[in-house]
T-cell receptor, first 113, second 110 residues
Framework: DAGVTQSPTHLIKTRGQHVTLRCSPI?????VSWYQQVLGQGPQFIFQYYEKEERGRGNFPDRFSARQFPNYSSELNVNALLLGDSALYLC????????????FGQGTRLTVV | AQRVTQPEKLLSVFKGAPVELKCNYS??????LFWYVQYSRQRLQLLLR??SRESIKGFTADLNKGETSFHLKKPFAQEEDSAMYYC????????????FGKGITLSVRP
């Protein structure tokens, strides 16, 4: 099992652009969560999806959106990128939607210039 | 709102020394507490959770509701314990949203 896979691993974008990050959960996992980790900080919750429905949303602006597909993979979209969006974006998958162990991917390193 | 505080950024000890990584939380309900670890060039992974009451790699953590703490301890540190450690909580009855502390770097010297 490859675990949670994220793509791309690294990305450089210009301010104002749009970005799409992708995540494939562990086979059989139906829940995907997204986290933003800024240098020197712990991961901060952005979204959780379970069975293709949004189950939770963190304190992020509407420029951030996500969705989950029928195969349980997920995309995180960020519009109108700001320099402050530069971070490591982590995806985590879990079996169910509530209080089950989260398995993390390696992350996507986004740099906004 | 829930919060997790890890007051130290770095702990450096010699091999064989005891280790205690501090974690305090604020939450009005009954949260579930976790310790996650990230070794160099590896992904974030679960080390232990308070409900399982296990000892993983010699580490233990006891939830103290009176002091709202969940400190991670190991009696004899090993070089391979060097890593970044994050304390996190999930609030009762919610989704799987993890609230993390800022993390602490543990460095075990030979």
């Amino acid at each position: 099992d490859a675990g949670v896979t994220q793509s791309p691993t690294h990305l450089i974008k210009t301010r104002g652009q749009h970005v799409t990050l992708r995540c494939s959960p562990i086979s059989g996992h139906k829940s995907v969560s997204w986290y933003q980790q800024v240098l020197g900080q712990g991961p901060q919750f952005i979204f959780q999806y379970y069975e293709k429905e949004e189950r939770g949303r963190g304190n992020f602006p509407d420029r951030f959106s996500a969705r989950q597909f029928p195969n349980y993979s997920s995309e995180l979209n960020v519009n109108a990128l700001l320099l402050g969006d530069s971070a490591l974006y982590l995806c985590a998958s879990s079996l169910a939607g509530v209080r089950t162990e989260a398995f993390f991917g390696q992350g996507t390193r986004l740099t906004v210039v | 709102a829930q919060r997790v505080t890890q007051p130290e950024k770095l702990l450096s000890v010699f091999k064989g020394a005891p280790v205690e990584l501090k974690c305090n939380y604020s939450y009005s309900g009954s949260p579930e507490l976790f310790w996650y670890v990230q070794y160099s060039r590896q992904r974030l992974q679960l080390l232990l959770r308070h409900i399982s009451r296990e000892s993983i790699k010699g580490f233990t953590a006891d939830l103290n509701k009176g002091e709202t703490s969940f400190h991670l301890k190991k009696p004899f540190a090993q070089e391979e314990d060097s890593a970044m450690y994050y304390c996190a909580l999930i609030q009762t009855g919610a989704n799987s949203k993890l609230t993390f502390g800022k993390g602490i770097t543990l460095s075990v010297r030979p």
